[in-house]
């Protein structure tokens, strides 16, 4: 299963309302520091506050290191007797050998083929039998596997998982079957989406020659011609402990899981060094760009704006959240201000959307998007935009508008930790691209403490520049 930004904003047509996934991420930042032993990783102190030592938080995550480099994240939550079992590899899309690309997507697939004791196909069947959901999923900066299952089957996946970090056996029997189902895949994802072409070219145009500016997918040319040895040398120089992290939410502590991990994991060599990405440095537009595309199969155009930004550990929680709380403010939801000036108020759009993006490890960006309404055009939804930026720009944002744009920021966030996966994801995916587990423990009170100075100060950081990219979906012109 694919997981970007390009798949983020893929559902996107010219009649429903574009699908925005938030998660926390960003570039390489000092992490939080492991201890040999579990301890919890949010209990920073507040100005003020009791010097005394205070019982830690029962709901903070715990975070210990194997003795082969294997970090371990513990995620607390005890209402049912239930876990989700990850383990996250510090390596994605963006990762991939020139030429070679799509292969870290390729291999997530292969993962599934078996091993000496688990036959191809079996492992998610063995998961089903159990009670439990398996799946995995690839990004620019990580690949992660996971099962949701009963607490006493923890044993059962953390066996099945360490089994297949070790033992993978792949043939080009199953191997190349699966080439073709993913060359299938990119079909329906990339060909014959046409805001997903749109988004491909537009991120090119936004990160240039940098990964980010290529599909986790890969090239078709170059996924057509990925072998069983490409995925096999991927394998032994990526999946390797020291180069992962275990995450376990649910019904358990640092306490209990610390010998499981020990047992099923600990005992795993390090055969490849720990990897450290070595990636070209982010190259911004130097003036607007501009992206038109003309396709049979749309029906109604779509107007999309790319603007450089910085990923959330680029930024610092303070900044990262002052941009959250700017896209909620602008064009968040039915009461932001671009929703009520181009849909209610001059009804020159059917929905309008922005967002911050800051989860990858090098570079972020905030987007909008518009359908203008029917028989309408995109000129008059990008003037109307564009006024509305401005007017923020000049005015910054009223007290009441900041306190709503917070309350519904914090209210997401804990009703997202109310499901077990999303929480693991959240805090995985974080750890993945530099932010740390008490950064993102902590992000409510980061919201809250946003000030209509410091949303004011992330426009200017964003709308001040003019490299943008714009992008815009129109349908084949009438003869």
Do not use: C
Not at 95 to 100: F, Q
Not at 173 to 183: C, G, H, N, W
Not at 348 to 362: E, K, P, R
């Amino acid at each position: 299963m694919l997981l970007s930004r390009e798949l983020r904003l893929r559902h996107l047509t010219a009649s429903a309302i574009l699908a925005v996934l938030v998660a926390s991420g960003a570039n390489a930042a000092p992490q939080t520091t492991l201890s040999p032993q579990p301890a919890a990783v949010a209990q920073s102190a507040k100005p003020g506050a009791d010097p005394r030592p205070v019982a830690p938080n029962p709901q903070a995550p715990e975070m210990f290191r194997l003795s082969n480099g294997m970090d371990v994240l513990v995620i607390p939550d005890h209402r049912a007797p239930v876990v989700t079992h990850m383990v996250w590899y510090r390596v994605g899309a963006a990762d991939e050998t020139p030429g070679k690309t799509g292969l870290a997507h390729f291999l997530e697939h292969l993962m599934f083929k078996g091993t000496e004791k688990i036959a191809p196909g079996e492992f998610s069947k063995t998961v089903a039998r159990n009670g439990g959901q398996d799946n995995a999923f690839t990004n620019y900066d990580f690949t992660a596997y996971y099962q949701a299952i009963a607490k006493d089957r923890l044993p059962l996946v953390m066996g099945m998982e360490a089994d297949r970090m070790t033992g993978l056996r792949l043939t080009d029997k199953e191997v190349l079957p699966e080439r073709d189902v993913i060359i299938e895949e990119l079909r329906m994802r990339i060909e014959n989406e046409p805001v997903a072409l749109l988004q491909s070219a537009m991120n090119a145009k936004l990160y240039g020659r940098h990964p980010y500016g290529r599909d986790v997918i890969g090239e078709k040319a170059e996924v057509e011609k990925l072998s069983t040895a490409d995925a096999l040398d991927f394998y032994r120089r990526f999946y390797t402990p020291n180069n992962a992290i275990l995450i376990v939410a649910g019904d358990i502590t640092g306490a209990e899981l610390k010998p499981l991990a020990e047992k099923y994991y600990g005992h795993i060599g390090d055969r490849a060094p720990t990897y450290v990405p070595k990636r070209p440095a982010v190259q911004w537009p130097q003036s607007p760009e501009r992206v038109t595309l003309r396709d049979p199969r749309v029906q109604e155009p779509t107007w999309l704006r790319f603007y450089p930004a910085p990923s959330q550990a680029q930024a610092g929680p303070r900044a990262a959240a002052a941009l959250d709380v700017l896209a909620e403010i602008l064009g968040g939801g039915t009461t932001s201000r671009l929703y009520q000036a181009l849909v209610v108020r001059d009804k020159v759009a059917t929905a309008v959307q922005s967002w911050y993006d800051g989860g990858n490890l090098d570079a972020g960006d905030f987007g909008v998007y518009a359908l203008p309404r029917l028989g309408g055009n995109l000129a008059d939804s990008e003037k109307a935009i564009a006024a509305e930026i401005a007017r923020l720009l000049k005015d910054g944002v009223s007290a009441e508008e900041l306190d709503r744009a917070k309350t519904q920021l914090v209210a997401s966030d804990i009703y997202a930790r109310d499901t077990q996966q999303t929480l693991a994801y959240t805090y995985g995916s974080a750890l993945m691209t530099g932010v740390s587990a008490r950064e993102v423990f902590e992000w409510p009170d980061f919201i809250r403490a946003v000030t209509a100075e410091d949303v004011l100060a992330a426009a200017h950081g964003i709308f001040d520049k003019a490299n943008t990219v714009t992008g815009e979906l129109l349908p084949e012109e009438k003869k």
